[in-house]
């Protein structure tokens, strides 16, 4: 079998730039069909062209500048703390709905708090 399955594999720029830029559009894409909007609206919102979210789905470069891997880690980092402020409201509602004391809310919180302990 050898070890090849061990080796741990360093990951690249262009991988974490992937990733970003795949979760990014993930979140953003409305349904079927949607992936190129999804591009054009992140693009829109943070800068980042939209040919670069189409590059790194469709044909991922060897290399990547790095004035578009900040604006992706930007961008990306920005997303993430909108996406926290969506679930804050939402443990608000939940919590004028179902009370303080559900365990829903109180999982959701968690997650703020262990999120906010890590920043």
């Known amino acids: 079998m ?3 399955f061990l ?6 720029a262009v991988d974490m730039a992937q ?6 559009v993930m979140a953003e894409t409305r349904g079927p ?3 190129e909007n999804a591009m054009r609206r992140l693009e829109a919102r943070y800068g980042v062209p939209w040919r670069t979210f189409w590059a790194l ?3 991922p470069p060897k290399s990547i500048c790095a004035d578009i891997w900040l604006g ?6 920005a997303e993430l703390k909108r996406q926290m402020r969506k679930l804050q409201h939402d443990i608000e509602i939940t919590k004028a709905i179902a009370g303080p004391g559900d365990s829903v809310v109180a999982e959701a919180q968690a997650l703020v708090a262990a999120d906010e302990g890590k920043a």
């Open 2 to 4: 050898g070890n090849k």
């Open 7 to 12: 080796q741990a594999r360093a990951v690249s």
């Open 19 to 24: 990733s970003w830029s795949r979760a990014m």
């Open 33 to 35: 069909g949607d992936m």
């Open 57 to 59: 789905r469709y044909r």
């Open 72 to 77: 992706l880690q930007g961008a990306h980092a």
